[in-house]
C-alpha cells in the first residue's frame, strides 16, 4: 500500500531533488568564474536554492514517511491514512514550488539554512494538518499505543508551533544562533536525529529490538535544555560552556551501537541506514575536533570549508530518507548507488576541505583545482540521480503520438524551465528584447503544455493532445496577432509559427491514425 503511493509520488519528488542537486552545481561553476548574474540562478540565489531543497525538498518529504512505513510494517496502515498522506504531499509539494520561485525571482532573507520567505512557514504548517489526520487514523487502530507512537504524535503535534515561532524574524530562535560556534545549537539538531534512528532501526531490524541505555540521550537532552535555559533568560553562552554542550553528543555513538548490535541490522540489511550512521559518528567526531580554538580558527576562517555540512547532510539526513526508500522499494534504490553516493560526497568533502585550508592560509596552492573537482563531482551526482529518476519513469514509446506527446513535453516543458532560469541572458544574444516581466508568465505556461504532453504520454494520449493542439492555435493567434500589431517583436511570430506548426501536427497528420 505504501510502497505504490510512493512510487507514485516519485517522479515529482525526484524534480525536487534535481533542482536542488543542479542549484548546486551551477553554484559550483560561478566558484569558478561562469557568470550568472543575467540569469535567475546568480550565485546567491543558486546557493539558496540548493540548500533550502536539501532541507526542505526530496530528503525530508521522504523522512517523513517513517511512521508509516512503521504502521505498514505492524499491519495498520489503511487506505484513509493514505488517502491524508497523499493531500500532506500535495500541500508540501506547493510548499517546494512557492519556495523555489521565491527564491529564483530573489525574495531572499539573507539567513544561511532558511532563506526563504517566513510566510511559506504556514503551507508547511498546513501540510502538517494532513499529516496528523493521517497519523491520528493510524493510531486509532491500536488497541495500546506504543511508547514510539505516542511520541511521533507529539512531535508532530508541537512541529507546526514550533515551525512557526522558532522560523520568525523578529523572535526565532533560529535567527538569535546564526552567529558564534553555536555548540548547544549543534547538540539539539544532533538530538533530534536520535529518535529517527531509533525508528530507522526498529524499521529495518531483523530480530526483536528493544532500546538500553537510555541515560546516553537523557544526558545530552537535558543538557540541551540547560543550554537555552541560559542563552534564553541569563547570558549569551560563552565558547567553552558551548564547548561543553557540544561534547555531549559523544555520548550517543555508544548508544547508536547497543541499538544496531540489539536489533541485528548490518550493511547487507540496510546499506543506506548503515553508511548514514556511519557518516553521523564521521560528523560528530570532526564537529568536535573543530572546535578546538586553534584548528576552529584555521579551518572557519573562510567560507568554503563546507565538507563538514555535505557530509552531515548529504550523506547523514540524506540517507535516513533513502534508507526508507531501499526498504519499501529494494529494486530501485539498490546498494551500489548508496556505495557511488558516499564515494563521491567523500571526495567532496575533501576537495572543499584542502581548498579551504589553502584559502585561510594552512598552506600555499591553487584552490581552483579542488572547486573544480566538487563541480565535477555534482555533475556525477546529479547524473546519477537522473539516471535513478530514468528507471522509475521509463515507458514505451509505442506510436507516433507518444513520440508527438514526448517532444512537445521536452519542448515546452524543458524549454520553458531553460527560458525561466537564462532567458534574461538568451533573448539578447538572439537579438530580442527582454523586459523581465510577462515574459515569464508565457514561460510558465510552456512549462504547463508540456505537462499536458507529460499526461498525455502515460494516459488518454489523443484527448490530451487535442487539448494541447488546442491551446496552440488560440495562443498562437494572439502572438500573431500582437506581432501584427507591432506590439511585440519577432519573437512572438517564433513563438506563433511554432505553436501552429506542433498542432497542425496532430490534426492533419496524426488524429485518427491509432
Not at 29 to 39: A, H, I, N, V
Request: neutral net charge.
Amino acid at each position: 500500500m505504501l510502497n505504490r503511493f510512493i512510487n507514485n509520488e516519485l517522479p515529482l519528488a525526484f524534480l525536487w531533488l534535481i533542482l536542488g542537486l543542479f542549484a548546486g552545481l551551477v553554484y559550483a561553476l560561478e566558484m569558478l568564474g561562469l557568470d550568472g548574474s543575467m540569469t535567475l540562478l546568480s550565485p546567491e540565489r543558486a546557493r539558496s536554492l540548493h540548500i533550502s531543497q536539501m532541507l526542505y525538498g526530496f530528503f525530508p518529504l521522504m523522512l517523513s514517511l517513517l511512521p508509516f512505513a512503521l504502521f505498514q510494517k505492524e499491519g495498520i496502515l489503511s487506505d484513509i491514512a493514505i488517502g491524508h498522506l497523499r493531500r500532506y504531499f500535495v500541500v508540501w509539494n506547493l510548499f517546494l514550488l512557492f519556495m523555489s520561485m521565491a527564491l529564483l525571482f530573489g525574495n531572499i532573507r539573507g539567513l544561511p539554512f532558511y532563506d526563504f520567505p517566513y510566510q511559506l512557514n504556514f503551507l508547511l504548517a498546513f501540510s502538517g494538518l494532513f499529516y496528523l489526520l493521517a497519523l491520528v487514523d493510524a493510531l486509532r487502530r491500536y488497541d495500546k499505543r506504543p511508547l514510539w507512537v505516542n511520541v511521533s504524535l507529539l512531535a508532530v503535534i508541537a512541529a507546526p508551533i514550533a515551525l512557526i515561532v522558532l522560523m520568525n524574524p523578529d523572535y526565532g530562535q533560529v535567527e538569535q544562533t546564526l552567529v558564534g560556534p553555536h555548540g548547544d545549537n549543534t547538540l539539539g539538531m544532533s538530538f533530534t536525529l536520535i529518535p529517527i534512528y531509533y525508528l530507522l532501526i526498529k524499521l529495518v531490524a531483523t530480530q526483536e529490538f528493544k532500546p538500553r541505555w537510555h541515560w546516553l540521550w537523557i544526558v545530552p537532552l537535558a543538557g540541551y535544555v540547560l543550554s537555552l535555559i541560559i542563552r534564553n533568560f541569563f547570558h549569551s553562552l560563552s565558547y567553552n560552556e558551548e564547548w561543553f554542550f557540544q561534547y555531549l553528543t559523544l555520548l550517543y555513538l555508544p548508544l547508536l551501537w547497543v541499538w544496531l548490535r540489539d536489533a541485528g541490522v548490518s550493511f547487507k540489511t540496510n546499506p543506506y541506514l548503515i553508511l548514514s550512521i556511519g557518516a553521523f559518528i564521521f560528523v560528530d567526531l570532526q564537529g568536535n575536533f573543530l572546535f578546538i580554538p586553534e584548528i576552529r580558527a584555521l579551518i572557519h576562517r573562510n567560507d568554503l570549508v563546507v565538507g563538514h555540512a555535505h557530509i552531515a547532510m548529504g550523506l547523514g539526513v540524506a540517507f535516513m530518507a533513502l534508507s526508507i526508500l531501499h526498504y519499501l522499494l529494494p529494486n530501485l534504490f539498490r546498494r551500489v548507488y548508496a556505495i557511488v553516493w558516499t564515494v563521491l560526497m567523500a571526495l567532496m568533502a575533501v576537495s572543499l576541505t584542502i581548498a579551504g585550508v589553502i584559502e585561510a592560509g594552512g598552506f600555499s596552492g591553487a584552490i581552483e583545482p579542488f572547486l573544480g573537482a566538487r563541480a565535477l563531482i555534482g555533475a556525477l551526482l546529479v547524473g546519477m540521480v537522473l539516471w535513478i529518476t530514468y528507471e522509475r519513469i521509463k515507458f514505451k514509446l509505442d506510436s507516433p503520438l507518444k513520440f508527438y506527446h514526448l517532444g512537445g513535453f521536452l519542448s515546452d516543458a524543458g524549454g520553458g524551465v531553460i527560458l525561466i532560469l537564462g532567458g534574461a541572458a538568451l533573448f539578447p544574444l538572439l537579438g530580442f528584447h527582454f523586459s523581465g516581466t510577462y515574459e515569464y508568465i508565457v514561460f510558465a505556461f510552456m512549462i504547463g503544455t508540456g505537462l499536458a504532453h507529460w499526461y498525455g504520454l502515460h494516459r488518454d494520449p489523443h484527448h490530451f493532445a487535442e487539448f494541447t493542439a488546442s491551446v496552440r492555435a488560440v495562443c498562437a493567434s494572439v502572438f500573431i496577432a500582437l506581432y501584427l500589431a507591432g506590439t511585440l517583436d519577432g519573437i512572438a511570430l517564433l513563438v506563433a509559427l511554432y505553436d501552429i506548426s506542433f498542432a497542425l501536427v496532430y490534426w492533419l497528420v496524426l488524429r485518427g491514425r491509432e
